[in-house]
């Protein structure tokens, strides 16, 4: 019997065999992020002054580690042009250079995710879909014409289990086009759409998800989406210096449940100016489909309800904006004189033509809140 | 943006959460070890009999699942003995399950977050008594 059992087990061997076997479970680490997808937190909404991240003093900073950008530049959470509340986010550049601020979640040593910095609300995976702001430029920060763009607002994703020293290990560096009026408060949406990515071809890089890899998801986690990766981000004016004050107020994630044809519509922006009436939606159509010339985006505004629950045709139609022949990364907007004295919301949207989908969005007129 | 209880916020969507894909100490998983599910932990606020890490429900959910609706997690309580009421304040964990040929191995409890179940809203009746006058 014992020699019988020495033979089997020197059948078991070789021991590469064995251990192959008999590897030890190794006891998982808890899930994380686990929380209820709520409706939307906010980033920041500078009621509590500049806020620090560990060793930086300023998790919202000038960005002067560029050529071109501005040395003198200051930036400071103060009244002087407070869209809610009683103080915003108000970056000076004196002109001697581009404006160019940063969402700096830098501590010294890691970046953390824009999420892990919220002031108010808590993250969960794949709650939030959108990021809003308020933004005004002063008198004289003029957008470009020729359907060009003044702002590049810079984006980087990083996979969640990413290396925390860099911002964007396992994800990339995106770009989304913004062209607002100055002298008025701006409401920008955006929208997991941008106009470009570090490395990437000239042409749209579409709406990025969440599998798939970069670029047509966000990382390669293959379960973060476009604002869960989200790490630093910036405001630049990277084509013309603009001397004067850049304001920003609310900055909100939310999920957007609505239909919203980010695919052709991207980057949105509004505004309403009260002294002229003008209602200006602002936006980059998709580089793929649009240079056709058939193409057409009509607005639509109502003070009643929500476009999504009027229907576009319910809305009234305040402009239109026709093909513009060019190539790629071509911002749009369409305006028109309309009286919103008094209206606390104004509800807008696009679409373009010969689609049943379009773009919405609200925008408090003299309502508090974004 | 109000958020008129926000200890207990209402569950209007749903819960989720990151799979973890580390071990204990965040040392690396053996190769052949996968996750195969997790299990939602849940208790009423002011319950003196149970507390964190010990829940009166559990609901175990598949592998892979990364989200749980409100809807369905009101179905599966509504399974389960003495069931939470609507409007209820509950906490809440969640805890992960990986095997490695046919052994299993349980995290730990994340830390408990707070919500209550949504009232279902009825729908009122017509007004009355119109007409013109």
Redesign the interface.
């Given at each position: 019997v014992l020699d019988g059992l020495g033979k089997l087990l020197v059948q078991l061997r070789p021991e590469t065999h064995l251990h192959a076997?008999m590897?030890?479970?190794?006891?998982?680490?808890?899930?994380?992020?686990?929380?209820?997808?709520?409706?939307?937190a906010?980033l920041d909404h500078f009621e509590e002054g500049l806020r620090s991240y560990g060793a930086n003093p300023r998790l919202w900073d000038c960005y002067k580690g560029e050529a071109g950008t501005s040395q003198l530049a200051t930036i400071a959470v103060d009244s002087v042009r407070p869209k809610v509340g009683t103080k915003s986010l108000h970056y000076t550049n004196p002109g001697d250079g581009r404006s160019y601020f940063h969402f700096y979640c830098n501590n010294g040593s890691i970046w953390s995710f824009t999420h892990q910095q919220l002031v108010?609300?808590?993250w969960?995976?794949?709650?939030w879909n959108r990021m809003a702001f308020w933004v005004w430029h002063d008198p004289g920060m003029t957008p470009i014409g020729n359907n060009g763009h003044l702002v590049e607002l810079g984006t980087y994703t990083r996979a969640?289990?990413g290396d925390a020293t860099t911002q964007n290990a396992g994800g990339t560096h995106w770009y989304h086009e913004l062209n607002p009026r100055d002298g008025v408060w701006t409401k920008v949406i955006l929208d997991p759409h941008p106009q470009h990515y570090v490395g990437g071809p000239t042409t749209d890089p579409g709406v990025v998800g969440i599998t798939g890899g970069v670029p047509l998801a966000a990382t390669n986690d293959g379960?973060s989406n476009y604002f869960d990766a989200l790490t630093r981000w910036y405001y630049d004016f990277p084509y013309v210096p603009k001397a004067g004050s850049i304001f920003v107020d609310q900055v909100?994630l939310y999920?957007e449940t609505g239909q919203d044809d980010i695919a052709h519509i991207a980057s949105l922006e509004a505004s309403w100016n009260p002294t002229t009436h003008l209602l200006h939606i602002g936006f980059c159509r998709n580089a793929h489909q649009d240079t056709t010339a058939d193409t057409t985006y009509t607005a639509v505004y109502s003070t009643v309800a929500p476009i999504n629950a009027l229907g576009f045709a319910g809305g009234t139609i305040f402009g239109s904006v026709g093909p513009d022949g060019l190539g790629d990364y071509c911002n749009k907007a369409i305006e028109g004189v309309v009286d919103l004295t008094g209206v606390q919301t104004v509800y807008l949207a696009v679409q373009k033509k010969g689609s049943t989908a379009f773009r919405q969005m609200s925008l408090p007129i003299n309502a508090a809140?974004i | 943006?109000s958020?008129p209880n926000p200890t207990f916020?209402p569950?209007?969507?749903?819960?989720?959460?990151?799979?973890?894909?580390?071990?204990?100490?965040?040392?690396a998983?053996?190769?052949?070890?996968a996750?195969t599910g997790?299990t939602l932990g849940l208790r009423l606020d002011g319950d003196t009999t149970h507390s964190a890490g010990n829940y009166q429900w559990l609901i175990p959910l598949s592998a892979g699942i990364?989200?749980e609706s409100a809807a369905a997690l009101e179905a599966a309580l509504a399974k389960l003995p003495s069931p939470p009421a609507p409007g209820a304040n509950l906490w809440?964990?969640?805890?992960?399950?990986?095997?490695?040929?046919g052994?299993?191995?349980?995290?730990?409890?994340?830390?408990e977050?707070s919500?209550s179940l949504p009232i279902p809203i009825v729908q009122p009746l017509p007004p009355t008594a119109f007409g013109s006058a």
């Open positions: 076997e590897a030890a479970i190794i006891t998982p680490a808890a899930p994380t992020g686990f929380g209820v997808i709520g409706p939307g906010i108010q609300g808590a969960s995976l794949n709650a969640n289990n379960v909100t999920l809140g | 943006m958020t916020p569950l209007t969507t749903g819960l989720s959460w990151v799979l973890s894909t580390l071990g204990v100490g965040n040392v998983l053996p190769a052949g070890e996750e997790v990364v989200t809440a964990a969640i805890n992960q399950t990986d095997a490695l040929s052994s299993p191995s349980t995290s730990a409890w994340t830390s977050i919500f």
